[in-house]
C-alpha cells in the first residue's frame, strides 16, 4: 500500500517562502509522474503543480513563476518550493502521483501539509 507523507507546512506572511516535501513509500516512485495538490478552504482539492519521471516539471496557472517543484528519486522524495505566497495559496497541501496513464485512480492520500499565508 502507498504511503505519503507530507511535511513543510506552517503560518507564513504575504510575499513569504516555504519548502514543502513529501516521502513516498510503498511503490516503484521513480517510474511516476509526480504532483501537488492543494485543498483551499470550502473549494474543490486542485492541481498545484506535477514532474514527470524524467524531472521535467509542470505547473498550474496560479502558481507558475512562483512555485517550484523537484524530486529525488533516491529519496523517494518530491518537493515543492513556494515563493511570492499569497492569502489565496493558503490550503492543505497534498502530493500524490500525477500519472492517470500509469494509474488511472490516484493514491490514498496523505493527511497533508497546511499551509497558512497571513498577517
Known amino acids: 500500500q502507498v504511503q505519503l507523507v507530507e511535511s513543510g507546512g506552517g503560518l507564513v506572511q504575504p510575499g513569504g517562502s516555504l519548502r514543502l516535501s513529501c516521502v513516498v513509500s510503498g511503490t516503484t516512485f521513480s517510474i511516476y509522474d509526480m504532483g501537488w495538490y492543494r485543498h483551499p478552504p470550502e473549494k474543490q482539492r486542485e492541481f498545484v503543480a506535477g514532474?514527470?519521471?524524467?524531472?521535467?516539471?509542470f505547473y498550474g496557472d496560479s502558481v507558475k513563476g512562483r512555485f517550484t517543484v523537484s524530486r529525488d528519486n533516491a529519496k523517494n522524495a518530491i518537493y515543492l518550493n513556494m515563493s511570492s505566497l499569497t492569502p489565496e495559496d493558503t490550503a492543505v497541501y497534498y502530493c500524490?502521483?500525477?500519472?492517470?496513464?500509469?494509474?488511472?485512480?490516484?493514491?490514498?492520500w496523505g493527511r497533508g501539509t497546511q499551509v497558512t499565508v497571513s498577517s
Open positions: 500524490n502521483h500525477a500519472d492517470r496513464q500509469r494509474s488511472p485512480n490516484l493514491w490514498s
Open positions: 514532474i514527470t519521471s524524467g524531472g521535467r516539471p
